[in-house]
């Protein structure tokens, strides 16, 4: 290799570096970090080694031997790091309740014990002779788990080891996702109910009109997410704007409850997502020949017929990705619902936020942020394979 095709080489690595460096911070990174998080639970083996090795050969029925007990009691006796063994509690308590006062009383004993082979752990807490207690820690030992993937999926493993449904009285991941997706399909079907005639109306327009009205789309974009959502806030509210309009000109007699519940999430993030609708399609749209549809109506297509048969197909490749990336994009909503929605309409990314800032459980907080990592990468592959089509009008 010639001496400048190096250096060009040098060149052009180091101005990649940067965005590379970039993306390894800012995107691999906490996308892997997120991913370990939900498999990975090393909490109480951490804490309990000697425990993990001993408990190998229990088969989980009745009470552990009495040699997985005094490792258990060596385990204890020896755990220095307190913010170790405090993660191990609260690993241990979310399986079975009660964990935190029976491993602080056991912890203060077994440090004071003479010989921990002879220390009767019942005699310290009748809870000891319970075996799901033990069950508990034999089955948060291995480091690696699907313990949070299976929950975010209302899931679980039964004593067994086989995959159960949980409770119904627990149950509430599998609803919160279902109605995640529910509010992001309707978001996606207002918007191209609105999106696709405004796409066909700034494409047919020219000049200053069309200006106006791709700006009028354009400047939810220039604007905070949280200044529209707010002030959506102040507009659906029952003293609001739109109320009092709609009273002002006889309407209704009262105000609507337009706020705190779906139809103003779908009100708010319509009004956030539609650029994401009408581009795309006004992008199609724009390299449509003017002359097509007078052509079909000389040849006796009505106009009805004519969008249907000509128009439609032709505008389908930008309506089809439009649709795509509104629903990418909605399912991850958070503040919109938040700050608008009511207790009922609060989608799986405020259980993510809850998970992740109300309990530290950053398990759980990446399972179900790993379910729509999954959901958004297999909708981006079809966004790209459609964008990509030969087969399609106005594919590459």
Partial sequence: MSRPSIRDRAWAAALVAPLVLFLVLF?????????TASVVDDAVTKVLPRTAAAMAQWDGNDLPPPAVQTAFAEDLRSAEDQQALGEAVRRLNSAVSGFRTLLSRTVTAAREAADLASLDLAAIDRRWSDPRFWRAIRDAVPPYTDRNLLAALDLKRD??????????????????MLRTFVIAGTVTLVCALIGLPYAMLAASASGLVRALLLLAVLLPLWTSLLVRTAAWFI??????????????????????PLIFNRLGVIIAMTHVLLPFMVLPIYSVLIAVPRNLMPAAASLGAGPLRAFWRVLLPLAMPGLMSGCLLVFMVAI????????????????????????????????MAGALGLILLAVTLLLYVVYGRLSRSPQLPGGA
């Fill in 27 to 35: 995107f691999v990174w906490p996308l892997w970090t997120m991913v």
């Fill in 159 to 176: 004593a067994s080891g086989n995959i159960t449904a949980e409770d119904p009285g627990t149950a509430a991941n599998r609803v919160i």
């Fill in 235 to 256: 507009l659906l509210q029952q003293e609001g704007l739109i109320n009092d309009a709609l009273m002002a000109i006889g309407l209704i007699d009262g105000p609507l």
């Fill in 332 to 363: 991850g909503y958070y503040i919109t619902p938040a700050l608008v929605g009511g207790a009922n309409d609060q989608m799986i990314s405020s259980v993510i936020a809850f998970y992740a800032l109300g309990t530290a459980n950053w398990g």
